[in-house]
């Protein structure tokens, strides 16, 4: 196993709430968040009332949590600033949530672009 393994391991065994708010904490910082995508487009979950964007804090979780359903896609890099400014308030419009860091397992905090975006602002 890798050190990077032995890093997503404690990264993922870590509560929906603590993944949520490092991610969040990191995107106030100005880190870049990453989520999956395909000649298509981005990965979109259909949780049947929920459209979910599912983002992590790196493209190395990203990649390691698509690699056996979506092996497909790859990592798409979104800024900071682009996330807050154009990517919320067009998920907003569009209806869709966001996913902050589903474990392996796919539990994770899933809100509204409009939640989401308040909690950045808090």
Same mark, same amino acid.
């Given at each position: ?44 979950? $259909?949780?049947? /009332?929920?459209? +979910?964007? !599912?983002?992590?804090?790196? =493209? ?6 698509? *690699? ?25 419009? $569009?209806?869709? /949530?966001?996913? +902050?860091? !589903?474990?392996?397992?796919? =539990? ?6 409009? *939640? ?7």
């Amino acid at each position: 196993m890798t050190s990077t393994s032995n890093i997503d391991d404690t990264f993922y065994r870590q509560a929906s709430n603590d993944r949520y708010d490092y991610v969040l904490t990191l995107i106030k910082k100005g880190h870049s968040i990453w989520t999956l995508a395909d000649n298509e487009g981005c990965l979109i979950i $259909d949780l049947g /009332s929920d459209k +979910v964007l !599912p983002i992590w804090p790196s =493209e190395g979780l990203a990649l390691g949590w698509g *690699e056996k359903e979506y092996s497909g896609f790859t990592g798409l890099e979104i800024q900071a600033t682009e996330w807050a400014e154009k990517w919320l308030p067009g998920m907003q419009q $569009d209806g869709f /949530s966001v996913g +902050v860091a !589903p474990n392996l397992a796919g =539990e994770c905090i899933v809100s509204s672009a409009e *939640e989401h975006a308040a909690d950045l602002q808090n």
